[in-house]
């Protein structure tokens, strides 16, 4: 009842930049948090950044700077914008959120499935 959904993901030069997009649908109450975490090959899963139903974000010190994260009012897209890329931000990127559904009566944790994002030149 509840999809998040990646999109942006591709092949961009260092130095270049992306926009991602986690779009959520489906039964929802309400969005509260909506975190942006990747994986790269061989790595653990790390959190990138984080936003708020409030607004309040968080940001992995590694990205601080060069990656923004936001949302549209209703909190039902979220973007990763990455500016300033470099070969080690090459990772599946996921978002997640923590999202009360119309059919329990607590907020729960959903994934997306992720999107590719490479840097190479």
């Known amino acids: 009842q509840v999809h998040l959904v990646e999109s942006g993901g591709g092949l961009v030069q260092p130095g270049g930049s992306l926009s991602l997009s986690c779009a959520a649908s489906?039964?929802?109450?309400?969005?509260?948090?909506v975190h942006w975490f990747r994986q790269a090959p061989g790595k653990q899963r790390e959190l990138v950044a984080a936003?708020?139903?409030?607004?309040?974000?968080n940001y992995a010190d590694s990205v601080k700077g060069r990656f923004t994260i936001s949302k549209d009012n209703a909190m039902k897209t979220v973007f990763l914008q990455m500016n300033s890329l470099k070969p080690e931000d090459t990772a599946v990127y996921y978002c997640?959120?923590?999202?009360?559904?119309?059919?329990?009566?607590?907020?729960?944790?959903?994934w997306g499935q992720g999107t590719q994002v490479t840097v190479s030149s």
């Open positions: 997640n959120g923590i999202i009360r559904p119309t059919d329990w009566p607590a907020s729960r944790s959903y």
């Open positions: 936003i708020t139903s409030g607004g309040s974000t």
């Open positions: 489906g039964s929802i109450v309400s969005v509260n948090v």
